[in-house]
Nanobody
Framework: QLQLVESGGGLVQPGGSLRLSCAGS????????IGWFRQAPGKGRERISC????????YYADSVKGRFTISRANAKNTVYLQMNSLKREDTGVYYC????????????????WGQGTQVTVSS
């Protein structure tokens, strides 16, 4: 079965850090752009970051720029999202998805989509 598997979520205090992982299962990620999205309670799915298959092109939403870092380790078939200086408004379910290119890195254009991992920022 071809799928993406997210991990690394949890409960963290404001100002803390988490690293999310997105692993490919049944296929290799290196031919795909990978995006991270989050969905807060009662809100729509927001694009957080996206990285091209080569890693040379990266997008960040203004809300996370300077605090989050996306990277990929193709040898491990994994894409990471390092989240620092977390805020309460970063709370939500975080999803990763595979796309044909960074240009198509929007929710409706995914090729594969993960099941999500919960991130809760609270004191």
């Amino acid at each position: 079965q071809l799928q993406l598997v997210e991990s690394g979520g949890g409960l963290v205090q404001p100002g803390g850090s988490l690293r999310l992982s997105c692993a490919g299962s049944g296929f290799t990620l290196d031919g795909y752009a990978i995006g991270w999205f989050r969905q807060a309670p009662g809100k729509g799915r927001e694009r957080i970051s996206c990285i091209s298959s080569s890693g040379s092109t990266i997008y960040y939403a203004d809300s996370v720029k300077g605090r989050f870092t996306i990277s990929r380790a193709n040898a491990k078939n994994t894409v990471y999202l390092q989240m620092n200086s977390l805020k309460r408004e970063d709370t939500g379910v975080y999803y990763c998805a595979a796309f044909s290119s960074v240009a198509t890195c929007i929710p409706g254009q995914y090729i594969y989509w993960g099941q999500g991992t919960q991130v809760t920022v609270s004191s």
